[in-house]
């Protein structure tokens, strides 16, 4: 009896290329666990060679069995984007950046980074609090970081969400609004979703009240294709302008800047910001949108 020829290998799928794929396959699937047909399916391979690649894997912590017949991504795998994350410039490069916009725009500034451990999330990473300190006008650090951890509320976690694969926005919606949340953050599903393609259409996000007297305006920092973070600047709702042209330009500028650094493709100091034609009528927008 002959042995039967290996399956084809789909055209240009190497066995390093394939190992890629399946990682890749595990972003565009909801939840973490999966079986090899449905890997397959999501990278477009055969089952058997993806089974053989999550087996190959197994060893080296890329991939682990949990439960039986099912596989998720392993220490291995996060080992590389810790690496990856690791080699990104830190806070000290952020907050020249930071400083800057905080002077410009007279407004308390603040770069948040994205966290995927146990879910998607997101942490302080630097600050430059200008003449608003954490207790100015009551804004009490321990609300600050209860809102701000939080993707559901605040622009800055619109930013973020909005360039994340859909699985993991569907996992954002799961967890609840924090209590510490302003009037302006959206409760509902729908709500939250049409503003991430505000933010996918105008570049930026902005909430009246993220915090109880406390206006917001956010753009994305990425790292080519990922998102990385976002930068917010927040003003007390009073101070806060009804043309938001100036201060959405000059909060994209910062956070294209830190997006150059962070890809590393140059620290060159972005211009200053000038307002954009306005294309429609914001005052009239409902209280508590996101881009009024």
Do not use: C, N
């Amino acid at each position: 009896m002959t042995e039967s020829a290996p399956a084809a290998r789909p055209p240009g799928t190497t066995p390093a290329r394939g190992i890629m794929l399946v990682a890749r396959a595990f972003t565009r699937l909801p939840g973490t666990a999966h079986s090899p047909a449905e890997l397959a399916a999501a990278a477009r391979l055969d089952t058997a060679a993806v089974h053989r690649i999550l087996r190959s894997g197994l060893s080296g912590g890329t991939f682990v069995e949990a439960p039986p017949g099912r596989y998720r991504l392993g220490p291995g795998a996060a080992r590389v984007g810790i690496h990856a994350m690791a080699a990104a410039p830190g806070p000290r490069a952020a907050r020249p950046v930071l400083d800057r916009l905080g002077r410009l725009l007279d407004a308390f500034a603040v770069l948040w980074v994205l966290s995927p451990y146990g879910g998607p999330s997101k942490t302080h990473a630097a600050s430059a609090p200008g003449r608003y300190g954490f207790d100015a006008l009551g804004l009490a650090p321990a609300r600050l970081v209860e809102v701000g951890q939080s993707l559901r509320a605040g622009a800055s976690g619109q930013a973020i969400a909005a360039h994340l694969p859909r699985p993991l926005v569907a996992a954002v919606l799961t967890e609840p609004v924090p209590a510490g949340a302003g009037p302006g953050a959206p409760r509902g599903a729908a709500d939250f979703l049409a503003a991430l393609e505000r933010v996918r259409r105008t570049g930026y996000a902005a909430i009246r009240e993220e915090i109880p007297g406390w206006d917001s305006v956010a753009a994305p920092v990425l790292w080519g294709g990922t998102v990385y973070g976002a930068v917010t600047i927040l003003k007390p709702s009073p101070l806060m302008p009804r043309d938001l042209s100036l201060l959405a330009t000059a909060t994209t500028a910062a956070a294209g800047q830190l997006s150059h650094l962070v890809s590393g493709t140059g620290p060159a100091t972005p211009p200053r910001p000038r307002p954009t034609p306005r294309t429609e009528d914001r005052t009239a927008m409902p209280y508590g949108t996101t881009d009024w």
